[in-house]
């Protein structure tokens, strides 16, 4: 199993930008389906992003498409976020995850671990 942890939230202005990082711990971070989630106060958590192992194809939330960018180093075993033009209602805690595929992790399901979290809060 993966171990991860996140990094990269913080406090931003609307309209800027953040990078999130996820570093993995474990052998088997190249042959998992890495994604991002995030939960709100008061909501449940929810589908940002998602890439397959070797990074040559994404999927994107219809919320977040055109200003977010997951993308993966192998060799590093780190997984990104580049997320452009941010908006309050972006504010979150944001969560990597590390899955089977991009399907199901769209669904939010087989998922096979997920990192401690990190906040990203918008100000307006």
């Known amino acids: 199993q993966v171990q991860l942890v996140e990094s990269g939230g913080g406090l931003v202005q609307a309209g800027g930008s953040l990078r999130l990082s996820c570093a993995a711990s474990?052998?088997?971070?190249?042959?998992?389906?890495m994604g991002w989630f995030r939960q709100a106060p008061g909501k449940e958590r929810e589908f940002v992003a998602a890439?397959?192992?070797?990074?040559?194809?994404?999927y994107y939330a219809d919320f977040v498409k055109g200003r977010f960018t997951i993308s993966r180093d192998n060799a590093k075993s780190t997984v990104y976020l580049q997320m452009n033009v941010l908006k309050p209602e972006d504010t979150a805690v944001y969560y990597c995850?590390?899955?089977?595929?991009?399907?199901?992790?769209?669904?939010?399901?087989?998922?096979?671990?997920w990192g401690q979290g990190t906040q990203v809060t918008v100000s307006s």
């Open positions: 890439i397959n192992r070797s990074g040559s194809q994404t």
């Open positions: 474990g052998r088997t971070f190249s042959s998992s389906v």
């Open positions: 995850a590390a899955g089977r595929s991009v399907p199901t992790m769209a669904r939010r399901s087989d998922i096979d671990s």
